[in-house]
């Protein structure tokens, strides 16, 4: 019917995967398993990766119009034939079976215990009845037994063709057994609510408060589950840092990155914190400003040493070594030049004096020239060898002979070579000079200044003595190598410290102006200010081990977050009631009255619909009437008329589907008095008219009233019975039970059985004999009560009817005359001394009459019926 559709169009569109998953299987099932619940719960948190180690989840199966019976996909037109080869179901015997008329009524009778209930049962698992609770047990008497019930269902379909459908207990039964519809006791239990409001479910919408229980119970699983948020104890952290913030703002959306980001500290933010932290305590006893001017001339001092030891660094770099080096060549170069030019020269050779031009000769000349000139004869030109000069060193008047000598010496000076020689020996001279005067001792000369790098930076404190260390080596070779004219040994230095000073240089001037600003309340605020954040952040890195922790708790809170979100019942309620609603509407109300009208029941009922947890139900209310105060439906309407509404709204929804598919009723009339049951007997007679109607029964009066209701009306009516042989049930004949059938047909049965008696006589004991004679007089003496009510009286008062009929049958009675009545009692009489019903020990010892005389007395009691209707005839 169109619910299902509706259900199946909203699992497939809307639901969750898994939520689909459970609607289908609630269609399939009726009910969920605790394994169905432990699957369903995997697809859920598998959703959203919250399987544990080792837990692993089916994948959801796509709900489909053609996998859930009762929908527009499944064939219709089908009718049952028969069910076929039944095996392990109950203690009925393996290969067990049961027709079916194909065409209106088909009445199976069978007494308590007779196997008839293992039929029904397979029928309502198969063609799932709304109540699919019930088991199907195998014989417990026998074995242990593994295989489950099974059974082949005989369909006839609308082209004429049988065809057989396997069923298999616990396997999803095949799509066509839906169009059987089923109803039983289980259905009125249905109908009937747990406050015991009558109320009506349309067939399959069940799945809505199965839905809503399942997601209650899920969402107490999912938050029973959940893992608990640790909290971070931060209470030092002020909620106006950026670190306040950062933890006021901690969500399962924040990244990683940006936790690494807000915890991050660092050796500089480290000493950054206690510089602000000493600031701030130094300026609540000293003056900022002066604090600020002697970082700055502290600040000097390390400049100094900073200069010092970059000019250190300039004076012994690779490329000082090299210039050196270049010097000395240069030199050696020049004084080879020299010593060349002098041994070719004539100037000198011939002078009184040997060594004359040498290097000691050419320190005598220079210092003579520079006594000359600044001295003896200032601002003259040396050799001064006018008029009355006297030598420099003798101091003696100078003849012409020492005069040109004189000028001899001032040519020979003022040669190339020499003067190249002069030149490049004073520049090496300077430059080892620049060596010698390098102080390499600043460590003590400005051990103030480093004392505060040692403090501030002691790495880069350390940095600095070894490359002084290595600096005064570097001195002494280069010195060495520059007196003694050789190669300069190389001394690997290491890298200048130049800029880690530069590093605590400005260090010191960013305390130096925090001081500054320290100084004025705005800039003493902004300093604590600045405090607060580094210490705030400082903590944050202190816990970030357990912020790491509350974040993967976070996010994993999160995700049961969204599962608690998908356990929500609202749209499951709202689409009930949408659904529902729009398939129960005035049309089903007035089809539920009409049905009622048609038992003969006075009841007329009308829909009020209830919302209950994702589920909209429609209570039957009472119409046209006022209910006192706090009473319901069920306070006023009997028992009886209670299941007359469970079965009227059963019609209806058929009637509302408009499908004339098969219907199964299992004890419809169990509690109902005689009048209802001769309604219900009438209603599904009239209903056989329309569809097969299959009626499982162990009411004989019942029986006989759908029988009768069957014939009346015209509309082919088939009876089975199931009955026990010896101790096995299940054994099922074509034969009316013998309390329902006619005089004629018992009759025929009777004439049947004495037909036998003869070879019985033959083959078998007396006793035996005995037995099946006393059985078939019992049955002889029913039958003649039986012509008592349909020919004596002529059906004017029957057993099986709850009213005595006033119509012109009344007139055949006095057809039958005193000759008739005579011969009817005596053969019943006969019939009761023949019959086990009494004790025949005795003078009352009757003789079991032989075959011949049995089969004269059946003869007689048709003779006698054939008579009496005869006698009737003119009545009719």
Known sequence: ???????????????????????????????????????????????????????????????????????ESTARGAVLCAVEQLTNVNALPAGSGLTFGEQGLTIIYGDNASGKSGYARV????????????????????????????????LRMPNGETTPVKWVDGIEPPDILANICVFDSKCARIIIDDENEVVYLPYGAHVFQGLVELLHEFRDRVNAERPQVEPI??????????????????????????LEGATQWSEEDESQLQSVTQDIAKAAVEDPTRQAQRLRNLKGRISAVENEITKIASRVSAEAVGSLERQIRAVKDAERAFAIASQDSSLLSQEPLSGAGGNEWKLLYEAAQKYSTEVAYAQKEFPYVGDGSLCVLCMQHLSDEAKARFRRFKSFMEQAVRRQRD??????????????????????TYKDAFDE?????????????????????????????????????????????????????????????????????????????EKEELAARKRLHEVKPQLTVRLQQLRINAKYNQCVRETDTTSVTKKSRQIISGALTQEFETLLNKELSEFGSHIRLRLEMKG?????????????????????????????????????????????????SPVVFDDPVSSLDHIWREKVARRLATESSNRQVIVFTHDIVFTTSTMFAAQNANIPVAVRCIQRIGDLPGATSDSIPWKAVNVRQSIDALKKQAAHLPNTWKTNTRDHYEQIVRSLYSKLRATWE?????????????????????????????????????????????????????????????PVPDPAEVVQDVSNLEYWVETVLAKQKPFN
């Open 612 to 660: 209950v947890a994702g589920e909209t139900i429609h209570k039957l209310a009472l119409k046209d009437c006022q209910l006192p105060a706090r009473a319901r439906v069920t306070d006023i309407l009997s028992e009886g008329e209670q299941r007359i509404v469970s079965i009227a709204s059963f019609l209806a929804e058929l009637k509302a589907c408009g499908r004339n």
């Open 786 to 846: 039986k012509t008592v009510e349909e020919v004596a009286f002529a059906g004017s008062v029957l057993r099986f009817e709850a009213h005595v009929r006033v119509n012109k049958g009344i007139l055949k009675v006095t057809a039958v005359d005193l000759k008739d009545w005579h011969a009817l009692i005596s053969a019943h009489k006969k019939c009761c001394d023949v019959t086990d019903a009494h004790d025949n020990i005795g003078p009352r010892n009757a």
């Open 1 to 71: 019917m169109a619910v299902l559709d509706e259900i199946v169009k909203w699992a497939r569109s809307e639901l969750p995967s898994w939520q689909a998953e459970a609607v289908r299987r609630l269609l399939l099932q009726g009910t969920l398993t605790p394994v169905d619940k432990e699957d369903l719960l995997l697809m859920l948190k598998g959703g959203h990766g919250l399987l544990k180690a080792g837990e692993k989840c089916i994948k959801p199966k796509l709900l489909c119009s053609g996998d859930v019976p009762g929908t």
């Open 423 to 444: 030149k490049t020996t004073a520049e090496l001279l300077a430059a080892l000079k620049e060596l010698c005067d390098l102080d390499l001792d600043i460590l003590n």
């Open 123 to 154: 029928l309502k698992k198969a063609c799932r009845a709304r109540d699919t609770t019930e088991r199907i047990h195998p014989n417990i008497y026998k074995k242990t037994v593994t295989n489950p019930a099974s059974a082949i269902f005989v």
């Open 233 to 258: 104890e931060c209470q030092d952290v002020a909620v106006t840092t950026r670190a306040g913030t950062f933890l006021a703002s901690l969500t399962a959306d924040t990244s990683s990155e940006t």
């Open 453 to 529: 790098i040692h403090a501030r930076d002691r790495a880069c404190a350390d940095a600095a003595k070894v490359f002084l260390d290595k600096a005064l080596i570097a001195k002494m070779t280069m010195e060495a190598a520059a007196q003694a004219r050789t190669p300069i040994s190389p001394v690997e230095m290491p890298a200048c410290p130049s800029s880690s000073i530069q590093k605590v240089i400005e260090s010191m001037e960013n305390e130096a102006q925090r001081l500054d600003r320290s100084a004025e309340p705005a800039k003493a605020a902004s300093l604590k200010s």
